[in-house]
């Protein structure tokens, strides 16, 4: 079947026109060009979004308190309160598959004027966090000299603080030692034990950078915060969604801080999971547009040549006449304009393949050259795609084939003799 | 070799049917060199296409070298046709894209004969019609007597039971022509059987027995003296 002499056939047809070939080439090639460069460009825009998602838990939700907008047990509306530390615990206890729940509190600086960090003569205006260790899990950050909050900080209340990479460059000058060092936040003194940077993209990095992290517990005494939780970060184990637990975690905080059960208002929180899967399903939905568009323009390639396979059976129409006389059989001519077929689909397509790769590499190089463009990062299609994309190309070929191959072997050798 | 008997063939065209063979009883013995003449219309060449197996007859009995020949399939009647079959056409239908021993060669080819013996059995006939030179040449660089050479040398490759020739010469001049038939006739002193279809007496006085049809049936079945085409080279 895949004999030289087959081969050597399948070329001297493919290149007694030339011309007629790369056009019908350029059919397929074009589609499956557009193919590859849709996937890759959203692919691209994919990977920009999830990095602004950056290495957060994506299984986590963020959740404070409001005001409440129902009286309730004999409490009056637009009534304010307070997570306490217990409410910690208590969802520890009643609300099962969870892995981190993190209550924390927060002085805000950045970008709100006021300076709140003093470190000698140099100023800053900073987030500070007052935060357990298992944050460093649900907001990952790299920690690159000293240490992260642990355990024994908590418990003694120890005031000490990791300050990001941000933080470092305002208040030390270059090359200067950083832990051991005080800096004086709203007044307190803070041990600098760790610094730490973010790997995040969006337009928050700047802010990322520029946080402080300080122990929970000397946070609420340093800052008189009590017993008061600002907000909490939960994340649930994998393979349970926090979208579905979130509803327990709510509504054990409403029977805990006597909320009316149907004031939807009172807690606020943030669902990243949701979110999450909302961006993974619109780019599911991009994706399967991509293979529409992609699949639809390579159809039209695909007719191309099989337009042009039933004109070189057409053409062929008495050499095939000569081959049946001479006693090859129909099945060996049907295999052979079939082959015909494939072969120039799968060249073409390779083509394609190739032009989209050179594309998708020149726009990563451009990308690279340009910086880091907002919403887009490295746009590419996997070695499952591209294998995929050479299927489809397979099948279409065959495809392509089947109409021609069997009108070559419908014509009698006799009429087919006969054709001058 | 070739038994045949009350062959009906019809062509239907529209709301009419054409007869043309009207029941023709005929048989040839291995080594025979056999003319088939008549006018056109006379149903010489649908007889010679029933023979090749190129089109099927409507009644009667067709037996080749023992085997009943008898609603072929496509697939069965293209091996025998390798098989038994070797054709000569008047207009040489060599394959314009391949070389003289290519063109040889592809009887050979679908034999499945490895490549290496193909090449060196289609080279042997080239070289017995006198071409082996010219093994290389694409038909276009061939002339007429030439490729006529060559696919006598494609028929005989696949080493048929029976050639069938459908106007060997009727593209060729005079001197080319007794060149052809020279050869064919030296094929037909080895042994071979071969049925030649051809309208010009001298051609057909070159065969060993004359076979008229006229209108459908053989009018005439006479045996003849064999005139030698190598006088004429």
Known sequence: MFNKDRWKEILEVLTSNVWRTVFTAFGVCWGIFILIVLLAAGKGLENGIKKDFGDIATNTMFMWTRSTTKAYEGLPKGRSFEFRTSDVQAIQDNVPNLRFISPRNQLS?????????????????????????????????????????????????????????GVKSDLYEKGEEVLGTYIKVQGVNFMVIGTYKKNSNDGDGEEAQKEIFVPFTSFSQAFNRGEEVGWMAITAHDGHSISVLKEDIVNEMKKRHKVHPEDKRAIGYFDLYEQYNRVESLFGALKAVAYIVGIMVLLSGIIGVSNIMLIVVKERTKEIGIRRALGESP?????????????????????????????????????????????????????????????????????????????????????????? | MIEIKDLHKSYRMGSNSLHVLKGINFSAKAGELVAIMGSSGSGKSTLLNILGMLDGADSGEYVLDGVPIKDLTETKA???????????????????????????????????????????????????????????????????????????????????????????????????????????????????????????????????????????????????NQVRAEQYV
């Open chain 1, 109 to 165: 600086g950045f970008r709100s004027g006021g300076n709140n960090v003093v470190r000698g003569i140099r100023t800053g205006s900073y987030n500070i966090y007052g935060d357990y260790p298992e944050i460093i899990n649900q907001d990952p950050m790299t920690v690159t000299s000293g240490r992260f909050i642990n355990y024994n900080d908590i418990n003694e209340k120890r005031k000490v603080a990791v300050i990001g990479r």
């Open chain 1, 331 to 420: 099945w060996s001519i049907k295999l052979q304009i079939l082959m015909e077929s494939i072969f120039l689909t799968i060249i073409s397509g390779m083509a394609g393949i190739i032009l989209g790769s050179l594309v998708i590499y020149g726009i990563n190089s451009l990308l690279d050259s340009v910086g880091p463009v907002d919403m887009f990062l490295n746009p590419s299609v996997s070695v499952g795609v591209v294998s995929g994309a050479l299927m489809i190309l397979m099948i279409s070929g065959l495809l392509a084939g089947f109409i021609p191959a069997n009108s070559a072997i419908r014509v009698r050798p006799i009429e087919a003799l006969r054709t001058e």
């Open chain 2, 78 to 224: 293209a091996q025998y046709r390798n098989k038994f079959l070797g054709f000569i056409f008047q207009s040489f239908n060599l394959i314009n894209y391949k070389s003289a021993l290519e063109n040889v060669a592809l009887p050979l080819y679908y034999q499945k004969v490895g490549r290496k013996e193909r090449q060196e059995k289609a080279l042997n006939y080239l070289e017995r019609v006198g071409l082996k030179e010219w093994a290389t040449h694409l038909p276009s660089e061939l002339s007429g007597g030439q490729k006529q050479r060559v696919a006598i040398a494609r028929a005989m490759a696949a080493e048929p039971k029976v050639l069938l020739a459908d106007e060997p010469t009727g593209a060729l001049d005079s001197k080319t022509s007794y060149e052809v038939m020279d050869l064919i006739q030296k094929i037909n002193d080895e042994g071979n059987t071969i049925l030649v279809v051809t309208h010009e007496e001298d051609i057909a006085h070159m065969c060993k027995r004359i076979v008229h049809l006229k209108d459908g049936v053989i009018v005439e079945d006479k045996k003849v």
